[in-house]
Every structure is written in structure tokens, then in C-alpha cells.
Nanobody, 125 residues
Framework: HLVESGGGLVQAGGSLRLSCVAS????????WGWFRQAPGKEREFVAA????????YAADSVKGRFTISRDTAEQRMSLQLNRLTPEDAGVYYC????????????????????WGQGTRVTVSS
């Protein structure tokens, strides 16, 4: 039910905008999030947004560079990625949870029930 788009190849220092759209019925009114996974590494939390309030969370590694936002009418979540580095490369997944989470509780993949297929971000140095 979640479809990501917007990945691609970008030079270090460049920007991308990822989008995640939910199709069909309302997926979640709780938290939506972005995770990423680089080759040989575990999936890691990037950012999350509380759907009802718009309150956001972000991993320390992306604070000040990535911005998460949502459009409730379109059931769309976006992630603006600025000042990209090769360390930001990987497959980015969007996710939505069926239950309430707050604080660091929104950082773990176990807090999310629906996942997209991922969109790849490649950053050249």
C-alpha cells in the first residue's frame, strides 16, 4: 500500500526529494517514517512524523540536512534530502504504523506495520 519514488543518482552535496504515497484505504493515522539500508548494513532509522500533529523526529546523522513532511489529504509523506554525502546512500524505505508511538519508540522498525518496496539513493563522491 506504500509506494516510494524520487530516488536516483546525485553528486555529493546535492539534493533529492523522496515521496511515499499510500494507495487505497487510509493506512495509518499514527506515525510514518523513513528508514534506509546500505549494502551490508542493518536498516536504520532516518526520520518519522506523527501523522495527526506533524511532529517530527530525525536521526542525529540527518538533522539539519533532511526534512520530513506530510500531506494528509493525499496520504503522502516526503523526505527532502540536502547536502547529501556518500554515507547517505542506500535503499530508502517508507513505513507506516498502526499503533501510537512517541519519542524513541518511533525510531525502531518494529513500530511500523506497512512498508514500501524502497527507492535507491546513490551519492557519488
Amino acid at each position: 500500500h506504500l509506494v516510494e519514488s524520487g530516488g536516483g543518482l546525485v553528486q555529493a552535496g546535492g539534493s533529492l526529494r523522496l515521496s511515499c504515497v499510500a494507495s487505497g484505504r487510509t493506512v495509518s493515522n499514527y506515525a510514518w517514517g523513513w528508514f534506509r539500508q546500505a549494502p551490508g548494513k542493518e536498516r536504520e532509522f532516518v526520520a518519522a512524523i506523527r501523522w495527526s500533529t506533524g511532529f517530527t523526529y530525525a536521526a542525529d546523522s540527518v538533522k539539519g540536512r533532511f526534512t520530513i513532511s506530510r500531506d494528509t489529504a493525499e496520504q503522502r509523506m516526503s523526505l527532502q534530502l540536502n547536502r547529501l554525502t556518500p554515507e547517505d546512500a542506500g535503499v530508502y524505505y517508507c513505513a507506516a504504523g498502526r499503533h501510537y508511538c512517541s519519542g524513541y519508540g518511533c525510531y525502531g522498525p518494529e513500530s511500523y506495520d506497512y512498508w514500501g518496496q524502497g527507492t535507491r539513493v546513490t551519492v557519488s563522491s
